[in-house]
T-cell receptor
Framework: AQSVTQLGSHVSVSEGALVLLRCNYS??????LFWYVQYPNQGLQLLLK??????LVKGINGFEAEFKKSETSFHLTKPSAHMSDAAEYFC????????????FGTGTRLKVLA | NAGVTQTPKFRVLKTGQSMTLLCAQD?????MYWYRQDPGMGLRLIHY???????AKGEVPDGYNVSRLKKQNFLLGLESAAPSQTSVYFC????????????FGSGTRLTVV
């Protein structure tokens, strides 16, 4: 069965510092992987997705994520944090075949310190 | 394009009351989903639909019913609300399975007292 683990429910970084949000998945078949961002009182919006075309995926707002099959990881990074990046981030997995559903992690709330 | 629209945005119910949450999408998506979001638990799938006239149970379906009479609408019903159903409810839609990703609505914050 699929599952997603996000390490760290809260992460704080200083403005201008590297952002690293961790996501590990388990899936018996090659997965599709997603990162979503949720700003306060809003729905989730897609940041980026891995669909097997390239292991390093670039998304919106300067974020990127690298798929590492050997580590079953899909960590989200951004070289330099901005105050506007403060939000909650969700990793999600979907198996590559025969499913209509995504499994979401429990989320990581990112705080950016001035 | 409006995308996915949820109504209402906020609601307070008394225990035992009923209500229907409406989700409407204008993207001609086949698949639609209802999730609930609770602190520390991420998003949990309540029900989903893979096409007009179809529905299926997700991870936490108890206490909820759904209908998809028209392709663009997906209704979530609570027949007898309980305090445990206090949550934020999100509707999402997708063009297909796997790689497409979801488009989410902005959510409905429901409080059951």
């Amino acid at each position: 069965a699929q599952s997603v683990t996000q390490l760290g429910s809260h992460v704080s970084v200083s403005e201008g510092a590297l952002v690293l949000l961790r996501c590990n998945y388990s899936s018996s078949v090659p997965p599709y992987l997603f990162w979503y961002v949720q700003y306060p009182n809003q729905g989730l919006q897609l940041l980026l997705k891995y669909t097997s075309a390239a292991t390093l995926v670039k998304g919106i707002n300067g974020f990127e994520a690298e798929f590492k099959k050997s580590e079953t990881s899909f960590h989200l990074t951004k070289p330099s944090a901005h105050m506007s990046d403060a939000a909650e981030y969700f990793c999600a997995v979907s198996e590559a075949s025969g499913t209509y559903k995504y499994i979401f992690g429990t989320g990581t709330r990112l705080k950016v310190l001035a | 394009n409006a995308g996915v629209t949820q109504t209402p945005k906020f609601r307070v119910l008394k225990t035992g009351q009923s209500m229907t949450l409406l989700c409407a999408q204008d993207m001609n998506h086949e698949y639609m989903y209802w999730y609930r979001q609770d602190p520390g638990m991420g998003l949990r799938l309540i029900h989903y639909s893979v096409g007009e006239g179809t529905t299926a149970k997700g991870e936490v379906p108890d206490g909820y019913n759904v209908s998809r009479l028209k392709k663009q609408n997906f209704l979530l019903g609570l027949e007898s609300a309980a305090p445990s159903q206090t949550s934020v409810y999100f509707c999402a839609s997708s063009r297909g399975q796997g790689a497409y990703g979801y488009t989410f609505g902005s959510g409905t914050r429901l409080t059951v007292v």
